[in-house]
């Protein structure tokens, strides 16, 4: 079936580090990709997403690249700010109707000032 | 524009017990969706629902019953209730079913079962 794995946490980094955090998926067809961001005690805002392959997603200095070829979404900032502590899942719609979500575990990440 | 709230914030229940929890839309959403939150297993999508008056189940819909009896809201509820759905609850909505779509969520309801 359609899943997607993240890698695990906590990831624990200093202020102003470059981030990365790996994502891969597993989709029958065609998937559409997300990256959502929970910030503590708050509900999921989304991130960025990539609707086909080689889509870049960018918001806030986060970008991601839908990469067909090894399956992959990965997470990249250049430079981090305590701001940026919270947990940050990645997710798929495996169809192209039925929004229906799939996600990841999800990976803490604290940056330290 | 208050986007999508969710009552109540927390509860605590006992085994046995009902309860129903409210999640509220005013961006005229038609898709309404409910998850449950576990450590380490990321969202999984319990119940949702394409329109006014129909619901249809996710992937862990058991114990679980919605209703979608006005376009804004959707109610989850639990008949009986079990210490397996001590979970954080998140409702979520979007504009249509297509996969591209966003989907907009609430910020949740703490539940334990005790």
């Known amino acids: 079936g359609d899943s997607v794995t993240q890698m695990e946490g906590p990831v624990t980094l200093s202020e102003e580090a470059f981030l990365t955090i790996n994502c891969t998926y597993t989709a029958t067809g065609y998937p559409s990709l997300f990256w959502y961001v929970q910030y503590p005690g708050e509900g999921l805002q989304l991130l960025l997403k990539a609707t086909k392959a080689d889509d870049k997603g960018s918001n806030k200095g986060f970008e991601a690249t839908y990469r067909k070829e090894t399956t992959s979404f990965h997470l990249e900032k250049g430079s981090v700010q305590v701001s940026d502590s919270a947990v940050y899942f990645c997710a798929l719609t495996p169809m192209e109707y039925g929004n229906k979500l799939v996600f990841g575990a999800g990976t803490i990440l604290r940056v330290k000032s | 524009n208050a986007g999508v709230t969710q009552t109540p914030k927390f509860r605590v229940l006992k085994t046995g017990q009902s309860m129903t929890l409210l999640c509220a839309q005013d961006?005229?959403?038609?898709?309404m969706y409910w998850y449950r939150q576990d450590p380490g297993m990321g969202l999984r999508l319990i119940h949702y629902s394409v329109g006014e008056g129909t619901t249809a189940k996710g992937e862990v819909p058991d114990g679980y019953n919605v209703s979608r009896l006005k376009k804004q809201n959707f109610l989850l509820g639990l008949e009986s209730a079990a210490p397996s759905q001590t979970s954080v609850y998140f409702c979520?909505?979007?504009?249509?079913?297509?996969?591209?779509?966003?989907?907009?969520f609430g910020p949740g309801t703490r539940l334990t079962v005790l």
């Open positions: 961006m005229n959403h038609e898709y």
């Open positions: 979520a909505s979007s504009k249509t079913s297509r996969g591209t779509d966003t989907q907009y």
